[in-house]
Each structure stands twice: as structure tokens, then as C-alpha cells.
């Protein structure tokens, strides 16, 4: 039995969507098992948006697995209401 490695995204330190694209391709070739990201209402630094870069993430890969480490329901329900 193996030992799984997933990483999880909290903000955005890369320093270019090029940059960003580069350390997930170099995720998918390292052996990384997931790579997971937070969703939040505000923050002071840049983030992605989870359900599209969660997206973005599954035709950019062949084997990773992806996922959300917090669901901001409040968020998703209120966009729904506008």
C-alpha cells in the first residue's frame, strides 16, 4: 500500500497563470495525488475561484485528483438570489 500526497491551494502565490499551469503540470508528472482549494466570500490576498479551477484543473490533468477544502454554501446560495 502506497502513501498519497495531495496539496491544497489557500491563496495565490504564483506569480502568472503561466507560473500556475507550470506547477500543476509539474504536480501531474511528480506523482501528486490531489491538489485541493479553499473557497472564501473575501480575502485581502488573490484566490481562485474553486468550482472553475477545479474545472480548469481536470482537462489540464490525466490523473490528479481535485477537490474543495471548504464549500462556502452562504456564497453559492446567495449568487443563485441575484
Same mark, same amino acid.
Given at each position: 500500500? #502506497?502513501?498519497?500526497?495531495?496539496? #491544497? $491551494?489557500?491563496?495565490?502565490? %504564483?506569480?502568472? *497563470? +503561466?507560473?500556475?499551469?507550470?506547477?500543476?503540470?509539474? @504536480? /501531474? /508528472? #511528480?506523482?501528486?495525488? =490531489?491538489?485541493?482549494? =479553499?473557497?472564501?466570500?473575501? =480575502?485581502?490576498?488573490? %484566490?481562485? /475561484? @474553486?468550482?472553475? !479551477?477545479?474545472? *480548469? $484543473? =481536470?482537462?489540464? !490533468? /490525466?490523473?490528479? +485528483?481535485? #477537490?474543495?477544502?471548504? @464549500?462556502?454554501?452562504?456564497?453559492?446560495?446567495?449568487? $443563485?438570489?441575484?
Amino acid at each position: 500500500m #502506497g502513501v498519497s500526497v495531495g496539496l #491544497g $491551494i489557500a491563496d495565490f502565490p %504564483f506569480s502568472s *497563470a +503561466k507560473a500556475f499551469w507550470q506547477w500543476v503540470a509539474l @504536480c /501531474e /508528472e #511528480g506523482g501528486i495525488d =490531489s491538489l485541493w482549494q =479553499s473557497d472564501r466570500l473575501v =480575502s485581502h490576498q488573490p %484566490f481562485l /475561484e @474553486c468550482i472553475s !479551477t477545479m474545472a *480548469a $484543473i =481536470s482537462g489540464a !490533468t /490525466e490523473r490528479i +485528483k481535485f #477537490g474543495m477544502n471548504v @464549500c462556502s454554501i452562504a456564497l453559492r446560495l446567495s449568487l $443563485i438570489h441575484i
